[in-house]
């Protein structure tokens, strides 16, 4: 059976045949008692809405997973989103849905999912170094069963990456940026991070069902992934007695990470490594919905409609001369696999030590190497040094000092570090005593934050091993 039009050929007024796969399914009634039925349409090449009015819409009651339809419509625009106004629908039988190429109908991941599972696996072996974390990580991907749907999953089900294998691309991109993160600001605890960005979206392995389409599952719509991502990993947890100060902060990172209650967080941010979290995730799933936004438009035009999740319009500008072209996460994947001279090794953009280790080029300057301060030029050979005025005793009769008998004919700035005995060395280009005693505002005592242990990082970063990659689920012997 031929495809017919594809999502990307839909325009306003132009009629619409051909085979979309329903994503999703919303049932409605007008003000006017008019039933309805708001279909979400999809291929290979993005998704669009459809209505179905009545009496077409009661036809039908439900679509099972991985539904198939004919439609026969127009492209239509309202309140500035495209949609197909469908005057025809079939619903194709299982059988015939067997007989179809799936690759017409989802939007694979770039590059393959097991690509990116050693791409994540090199970037584990690089930065985590704690044994307990190392355990964790081998007792949880240890499961075939979350290994395999970790990388079959969607990472949403319409906003960003909404694909099989979209939550193992976007797991990936949090943990390169939270490391990345980690590099800019030293005092982030970067292991606690990392295995934050491995499991902030773990729960998610459960929260969706399905092989072409997703859905939310029973469980999934009943307690959210944060929630399920924490009974997932309780039984590791006792199995490898990870420290009661990092099993506490990595379970405040995974309910945290939605940033605000009412975007779905269990408890706002309370640790710096929450915030990267949190801004990570916020960024990586923004930026993919530019990229997914960016891709429905044709070469002339440069302007989306409204994006819900975003609320607005994106506009597309001409970038700077010599740019580089935009990258997807599943791309530089690709590149740093084809670059590692073995398969799961560290990638080259990850090979550059971490600060920490080359300390010296860049530590903070100490007090002596900061520049001296800017000592005030003396006064004149020939005028006295200026004195406070006292309500009591008149000021003293002018008098040269004894140093300055013989004047310079040019005067200069005295060195930086001998400031001239005229003006008092602590009192050289330090503010006065008096500036120093401002009031300082009170304020309600507050409960103090928990403290946090980071993760011991008394050993040094473990060089790539020469015999090639430890698979997750066999020990690693130099561990």
Not at 240 to 250: D, F, R, S, T
Not at 285 to 310: D, F, G, I, N
Request: proline fraction near 13%; charge should be neutral.
């Amino acid at each position: 059976m031929d495809k017919g039009h594809f999502v990307k050929d839909i325009a306003p007024g132009v009629p619409v045949k051909g085979l979309f796969l329903v994503r999703n399914a919303l049932r409605g009634r007008t003000k006017n008692g008019h039933d309805f039925l708001t279909l979400s349409l999809g291929d290979c090449s993005g998704t669009v809405d459809a209505k179905v009015w009545s009496p077409l819409c009661n036809e039908f009651p439900s679509f099972p997973p991985d539904s198939v339809v004919l439609v026969d419509g127009t492209g239509d625009m309202f309140n500035e989103q495209l949609q197909v106004k469908v005057n025809a629908l079939d619903l194709l039988a299982p059988k015939e849905v067997e007989g179809l190429d799936v690759s017409l109908f989802v939007t694979p991941p770039c590059p393959a999912p097991e690509v990116m599972f050693r791409e994540l696996k090199a970037l584990v072996d690089a930065e985590c170094r704690h044994p307990k974390w190392r355990a964790l990580l081998d007792s949880v991907f240890g499961d075939e069963g979350i290994r395999t749907r970790l990388m079959r999953r969607p990472a949403a089900k319409f906003v960003h990456h909404a694909y099989p294998g979209g939550l193992l691309e976007h797991t990936l991109s949090v943990c390169r940026t939270c490391m990345r993160m980690a590099d800019g600001y030293p005092e982030l605890d970067r292991q606690t991070l990392l295995v934050g960005a491995l499991f902030h979206d773990l729960g998610k392995t459960r929260e969706f069902e399905g092989t072409l389409s997703f859905d939310y599952s029973e469980e999934g719509d009943m307690m959210g992934h944060a929630t399920i991502a924490l009974e997932m990993l309780a039984p590791h947890f006792a199995a490898v007695g990870l420290e009661p100060e990092l099993e506490l902060h990595l379970k405040h990172l995974i309910l945290s990470h939605h940033g605000t209650l009412e975007h779905g967080a269990v408890c706002l941010p309370k640790t710096p490594e929450a915030f990267a979290l949190h801004f990570a995730d916020n960024l990586d799933a923004k930026l993919a919905t530019c990229r997914e936004e960016y891709a429905k438009l044709k070469e002339s035009e440069h302007r989306t409609a409204k994006v819900q999740s975003l609320g607005c319009a994106l506009h597309r500008l001409v970038p700077t001369p010599g740019s580089r072209q935009p990258q997807t996460t599943g791309q530089a994947a690709t590149a740093a696999t084809a670059a590692s001279p073995a398969p799961g090794a560290m990638p080259t953009r990850t090979a550059t030590p971490h600060p920490a280790a080359t300390a010296a080029p860049t530590a903070m300057p100490t007090q002596a190497a900061r520049p001296a301060p800017i000592v005030p030029s003396p006064p004149a050979a020939t005028s006295a040094p200026r004195a406070m005025p006292s309500p009591a005793v008149p000021p003293a009769p002018a008098a040269s000092p004894t140093h300055a008998a013989t004047p310079s004919p040019v005067a200069t700035p005295a060195p930086a570090t001998t400031p001239s005995p005229a003006v008092p060395q602590d009192r050289a280009w330090a503010p006065p005593r008096e500036a120093l005693r401002q009031p300082v505002r009170e304020r309600p005592m507050q409960t103090p934050p928990p403290s946090f242990t980071s993760t011991p990082s008394s050993s040094p970063r473990p060089a790539p091993s020469k015999a090639g990659p430890t698979p997750w689920w066999e020990p690693n012997p130099s561990r």
